[in-house]
């Protein structure tokens, strides 16, 4: 069961470049003023934009991550005094073109639009918070208060404007969170702390999977506080100043009736206004909910699926605010890493153009999931951005593009050194992405795995550089099947290179049909760089099937 690997490993020649340490960050809330100072701090120059017309605000984050509002109060003195930042409120970005390390961006300020040059751009655009009293049937009165109201009174020491008895309600009319849990514990656990007081809390999960959370809410039990759990939302009368709110305690198994004096009602968090906008100028994701950066593992923390674009805070998902100072520090180690002193040293050619080839189609840039393909009146593969992936080469129709040491010469060179051994098992060729399956494929040898006699792996970049051609190639030269093996849903460091991949795949099983072969004797499957068994059973399944299906017709005309 050998690898074969005739790609050349000659190591790419490198070039110095210059990068602009020029830093844009959106957003002039805490987020955004904690890392322009952090920047600053270590050499660089910020461009600070805010699209309303003071930095700060009312954010979220005030009350979460500064814990006071002295904190921020701090910030803004400092940045404001920061000669190497160039503060811009009422601004928004309405253009971003270039690559890392040169990016163009165009702000437009009060109708009036200026162009700026930057290294890297950090997305601090602050979540909204949103009350869902009228979700739970609850009018607004002096004793209904929002999670961020009640924060705001007690920030503000107005204690004496809460009731005795406060009832909070959590996680019922959305999914809850270690966030909506931690404001709830430590709010209940300040009015517990106020002479004559007593909270409770109403909440479906109690969600404490954070650091420092579960004792969070140990601690406030034994203060006092009472928590109710329960599965279904409250049945709530609001009668203008009375409340009656029932509910179903499965923990004690009955119904109970509460009649607080105030309910404190949890928020719902949105992103940004902007953010659908913003991200579209930026070329980066989105998650289901809105919010910047995709669920993929290799994004975490502070990554998008752009080199030298990155999100940080409630900008990537409010939970993340319960880590603000890792965000922070986080970001301003990879903008070191990309910009350093100015240069970096960069492979002179991941990707070569064919110019003679290319038709101007601009497929290439289309596809590419890191933006690192750009038009200048030709396709240009930006050194920096790119990430070696290959879909691009893969996708081009006239074959105009060349993944340097991935060539379709060396890698059909590969395909039919792999079918030059003859044995009796099922001959199969799996391609295996360098990130999972290859991995996976290393540790089930290293365990002792049993495999099946037939294998032949072939390592690539990444699924979405397998091409059409390869797997025809395979059956051409023989082999029984092949097996294209990818990294799961939301785990492609290439972002869609898994499902470019099956798309082929399913394209090469028509094709077989076609031709009187089985679509059985080409197989997509997913699998994990720690999931040696997973591999393991995958190749013996494809071994199992093409025991059943006998040789293929090409391998019985190629022997005889």
């Not at 005094?81 to 390390?101: C, F, M, Q």
């Not at 909070?168 to 514990?185: D, K, N, T, W, Y």
């Not at 110019?355 to 890191?370: A, E, N, Q, S």
């Amino acid at each position: 069961m050998p690898e074969v690997n005739n790609v050349s490993s000659e190591v790419m020649p490198m070039e110095e470049i210059r990068m602009d340490t020029t830093v844009l960050v959106i957003g002039g809330g805490w987020s955004g003023i904690k890392v322009a100072c952090e920047l600053v701090d270590i050499g660089y120059r910020v461009i600070l934009i805010e699209d309303s017309t003071t930095l700060g605000g009312e954010a979220l984050s005030d009350h979460l991550v500064t814990s006071s509002r002295e904190k921020l109060s701090g910030l803004l003195a400092k940045v404001k005094d920061l000669e190497a930042v160039e503060v811009l409120v009422s601004t928004r970005l309405v253009i971003l073109t270039g690559v890392p390390g040169d990016f163009r961006v165009w702000l437009e300020q009060e109708g009036k639009v200026s162009e700026r040059t930057a290294g890297a751009v950090v997305v601090a655009l602050e979540a909204e918070t949103v009350s869902l009293s009228s979700a739970y049937g609850l009018q607004a009165a002096e004793n209904v208060l929002t999670q961020s109201e009640v924060e705001a009174k007690l920030a503000s020491g107005k204690t004496g404007e809460i009731s005795k008895d406060v009832l909070f309600l959590v996680g019922l009319q959305q999914e809850g969170s270690p966030l909506v849990m931690e404001r709830a514990i430590r709010s209940a656990s300040q009015i517990q702390a106020l002479e004559g007081c007593q909270a409770k809390v109403v909440v479906g999960n109690v969600k404490v999977a954070e650091h420092g959370l579960e004792s969070l809410y140990t601690e406030s039990r034994k203060s006092g506080i009472i928590y109710l759990k329960v599965k279904e939302p409250p049945k709530i009368r609001q009668d203008r100043s009375s409340l009656q709110i029932d509910v179903f305690d499965y923990v004690l198994n009955r119904d109970v009736k509460l009649t607080p004096d105030m309910v404190v009602v949890e928020d719902a968090f949105l992103p940004h206004p902007d953010a659908a906008r913003v991200s579209r100028v930026l070329g980066i994701g989105t998650d289901s909910e809105g919010f910047f950066q995709q669920a993929n593992v290799y994004y975490l923390p502070i990554r998008t699926n752009r080199e030298g674009i990155f999100v940080i805070g409630s900008a990537r998902e409010p939970r993340n605010l319960m880590h603000g100072w890792t965000d922070v520090g986080n970001t301003v180690l990879e903008v070191r890493n990309l910009l350093g002193e100015g240069k970096k040293l960069v492979p002179i050619e991941r990707a070569k153009i064919h110019r003679g080839k290319c038709t101007i189609c601009l497929t290439c840039v289309r596809v590419c999931p890191h933006g690192a393909i750009y038009w200048d009146n030709r396709a240009i593969i930006s050194p920096v951005a790119c990430q070696g992936c290959g879909i691009c080469a893969s996708e081009c129709p006239m074959d105009a593009i060349q993944l340097v040491n991935y060539t379709d010469d060396q890698m059909e060179a590969q395909v039919l050194a792999s079918i030059e051994k003859k044995v009796e098992a099922p001959q199969i060729i799996a391609f295996c992405c360098q990130n999972s399956a290859h991995e996976a494929s290393q540790m089930a040898r290293l365990f002792g795995s049993s495999l099946p006699e037939g294998l032949q792996m072939i390592k690539v970049p990444c699924a979405g550089k397998v091409d059409v051609d390869y797997i025809l190639t395979a059956f051409e030269a023989g082999t029984d099947g092949v097996l294209v093996m990818a990294c799961h849903k939301d785990n492609c460091k290439s972002q869609h290179g898994n499902t470019f991949a099956e798309w082929r795949v399913e394209h090469v099983g028509r094709m077989l049909e076609e031709i009187g072969l089985e679509k059985e004797r080409v197989r997509f499957a997913t699998v994990a760089s720690n999931m040696p068994v997973e591999f393991v059973r995958i190749t013996n399944e494809m071994e199992d099937t093409l025991k059943g299906l006998g040789p293929s017709r090409i391998k019985k005309q190629a022997a005889a």
